[in-house]
């Protein structure tokens, strides 16, 4: 039953997305620049893990939570480690995802051909 | 006085074509697509976490959904390097944007397209063009967040 959830509330937050293309028609990277602060913003007031709770992945698979986990990372080493968990906090908790964005896109580059080039 | 006059008619009608030449993306069902497919790839995510968690129950949620997000990671390089996470994108504008797939189209569709260039100048410099800015800001404003805990 909470797929209904995940669904309407991923599909919202995409919308919005969406509606910034259509209104403003800005680019890819202000819309992933905008929801990435948007993330760190609702992790920073807290709001984040309510909504995380009954959202799932609704909330958790758009970049909003990549801005979260990593502002939950800075707040995190702060609490644990003080001003180095600052600088440490939040790119240890998104390592994982940046690692796999840049390994993938490495391999797979050097696989596969451009598609629009030929 | 004649000669800026012409020039200016042309400019005109010159805006004018390029006004109609532009693709027009129709709102309502734009919108509607990428509430669709921003959907789905949400709850392909919630699949794929609940996948992880039911063959490891003893993982901790934070590793569950680190895993859950490498795999959609995964999916969306592959999807780009042959060719179908851009056909997609086209039909949901938004909805292949904001979640972490549209990320990982990010990076690898300029390391792809820029592969001609060589692998430090092509791959390996312009797979950041887009992910650049978006990690700048993240790792800046989580860096501040953290500051600010630090005095609260």
Known sequence: MYYLWVFLIGGFICMLGQVLIIYTNITSARILVTFVIIGVLLQAFGIFDPISEFARAGINVPIIGFGASLAKGAISGVQSKGLLGAFTGGLEATAGGIVAAIFFAFVFSLIFKSKTKS | ?152
């Not at chain 2, 004649?2 to 400019?11: I, P, S, T, W």
């Not at chain 2, 693709?23 to 069902?29: I, L, Q």
């Not at chain 2, 592969?115 to 092509?122: D, N, P, R």
């Not at chain 2, 800015?133 to 860096?143: E, L």
């Open chain 2, 1 to 152: 006085m004649d000669k800026m006059m012409e020039e200016k008619k042309r400019n005109e009608a010159y805006a004018k074509y390029v006004q109609a030449k532009i693709p027009k993306t129709k709102a309502w069902p734009s919108l509607f697509n990428s509430f669709l497919v921003g959907g789905i790839i949400c709850c392909i995510g919630q699949g794929i976490n609940d996948l992880i968690l039911l063959w490891f129950p003893n993982m901790a949620e934070q590793s569950a959904w680190a895993y859950t997000l490498i795999v959609l990671i995964f999916i969306a390089s592959f999807l780009t390097g042959i060719g179908v996470y851009d056909k997609i994108g086209k039909f949901a504008g938004g909805g292949s944007i904001v979640p972490i797939t549209g990320f990982s189209n990010s990076i690898t569709s300029p390391a792809l397209e820029f592969k001609h260039e060589g692998v430090i100048y092509g791959i390996c410099v312009k797979m950041f063009t887009i992910a650049g800015p978006v990690i700048v800001v993240g790792v800046v404003a989580s860096f501040l967040v953290g500051v600010v805990y630090l005095f609260i």
